[in-house]
């Protein structure tokens, strides 16, 4: 059966409400693990029913928001795909999947803390998980401006400014988190 002309639009446009959905997924995903990690400071009965309602509203978000953000993300990518193979002989197209690859074992490592939250045995610190909430944001301004520049990725000022300009948001928020625990311990 012949694709409608447009099918290669439609792909796209789910294609991108899926990196939507996929990224809105991840981001709250690790800041629930932040709080339940921080709920642990809480005492008895309380700290028992905290838990048990962060392990809960992970599990819910990974299952029906994040992963199948990241099915609608890939299921589409393979369409579009499929409408226009050469795409994966350019440059930008390789090195965004080597990205999207990253993301996808972010994803999966993302799967593994939270069951270790839920079975009690997570190392990591509210500090830690924090900054490495701060990754998928990393991979998203590189693969948004691979896909915008796709060969002709710059390398001027500009590009050092908005990189730089992300590097100083996220380090400033991390600063920020840092100074409220400290003043509230
Ligand atoms: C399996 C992984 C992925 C594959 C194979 C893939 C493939 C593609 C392809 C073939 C296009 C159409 C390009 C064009 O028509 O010029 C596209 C568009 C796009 N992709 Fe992906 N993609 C993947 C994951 C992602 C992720 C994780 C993001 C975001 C972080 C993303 C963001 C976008 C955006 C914003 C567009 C629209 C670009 C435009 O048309 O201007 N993609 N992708």
């Not at 446009?13 to 693990?33: C, D, E, N, S, T």
């Amino acid at each position: 059966m012949a694709l409608p002309p447009e099918a290669y639009l439609w792909f796209k446009f789910l294609h991108i409400i899926g990196v939507v959905v996929w990224f809105a997924g991840l981001f709250y995903l690790v800041r629930l693990f932040i709080y339940h990690v921080e709920a642990k400071e809480l005492e008895g009965e309380v700290q028992e029913a905290f838990l048990k309602q962060y392990s809960l509203m992970e599990k819910r978000l990974a299952n029906i928001i994040t992963t199948p953000g990241m099915i609608l993300t890939v299921s589409m990518a393979i369409g579009l795909l499929t409408l226009q193979p050469s795409l994966l002989y350019q440059g930008w197209m390789q090195i965004k999947l080597f990205f999207v690859l990253l993301l996808i074992l972010y994803h999966i490592y993302c799967y593994r803390l939270m069951n270790s939250l839920a079975n009690e045995n997570c190392k990591w610190t509210g500090g830690q998980l924090r900054a490495l909430n701060e990754l998928p944001t990393l991979f998203l301004v590189i693969v948004v401006m691979l896909v915008v520049f796709k060969n002709n990725f710059p390398t001027s000022s500009a590009t050092w400014l908005v990189i730089g300009l992300v590097v100083f948001m996220a380090l400033s928020i991390q600063l920020y988190a840092r100074h409220r625990r400290l003043r509230n311990s």
